[in-house]
């Protein structure tokens, strides 16, 4: 099976599943190892279709996980390719995209254990502590983007044992005022810029929110699928020194 992807995050699944050989055309963003057979097809939000449809693939992965890729999967509809469009907002939502991707490309049993293993990783991050500390998980700096209510960083960190300090508010993610950040209380802000080569964290120190801030790369948050347990590993690292809320 020829297999396109128009998303990081389903670029680390099919890795993950050991089916990074059979992918014809990828977007210019994916990093997972083995990439320089595919076809790039520049960034996710602008998408060369007519060198997608080059590439002749059986199946394309795109997903609206990336805001504003609704018009490439259109585009792609339009050009009569076979698609699948992944959406999850949450973790079980990711999982069982993970399973999703597994059986459409004949590796079901692969793909129920890839779910299964990051489920159970997930889990065993989880600490009870008397007060959940407070994070906010900042996607971009001018102006102040961050994950909020329907985010699956909002259950990333429920299963941490922290909260999302913006959970309180709709969406994935939305544009913020500096007092709106500073009313949400962070104990901890998360730089996880997209699409930067350098993560600056001295900028949200610069704004004397009084909360800590640590550097996660957007490839451990930012993607809904197997790579999620490497920002985890990282958030729980950060949580804990913190020494906020007392542990067990």
Do not use: F
């Not at 913006?166 to 962070?186: C, F, I, K, M, Y």
């Not at 948050?221 to 007392?246: F, H, K, M, N, T």
């Amino acid at each position: 099976m020829r297999l396109a992807s128009l998303t990081c995050s389903n670029t680390d699944i099919l890795h993950a599943l050991g089916a990074t050989g059979a992918l014809v055309a990828v977007d210019s963003h994916s990093d997972a190892p083995g990439l320089d057979h595919a076809a790039r097809l520049g960034p996710d939000l602008n998408i060369d279709v007519p060198a997608l449809v080059a590439a002749r693939p059986d199946l394309v992965l795109a997903s609206l996980s990336v805001p504003g890729m609704e018009r490439v999967v259109a585009e792609v509809e339009a050009a009569g390719l076979n698609m699948a469009v992944l959406d999850p907002t949450t973790l079980d939502q990711t999982l069982e995209s993970i399973r999703q991707v597994g059986a459409l490309i004949g590796r079901a049993p692969q793909g129920e254990a890839l779910a299964q293993a990051l489920d159970a990783d997930l889990t065993a991050l989880h600490r009870e502590t008397e007060r959940p500390v407070r994070v906010v998980v900042e996607w971009w700096p001018r102006p102040i983007i961050a994950a909020t209510r329907e985010s699956w960083v909002t259950e990333l960190l429920a299963r941490l044992g922290a909260v999302n300090a913006l959970g309180d508010l709709d969406g994935r993610s939305r544009p913020l005022t500096l007092e709106q950040v500073r009313e949400a209380r962070p104990d901890l802000i998360v730089c996880s810029w997209c699409g930067v080569k350098k993560l600056r964290p001295e900028v949200i120190e610069a704004r004397g929110l009084g909360a800590a801030v640590v550097a996660i790369p957007e490839s451990g948050l930012g993607r809904p699928g197997p790579r999620l347990i490497e920002g985890a590993r990282q958030l729980r690292a950060a949580i804990d020194g913190l020494g906020v809320g007392g542990g067990t």
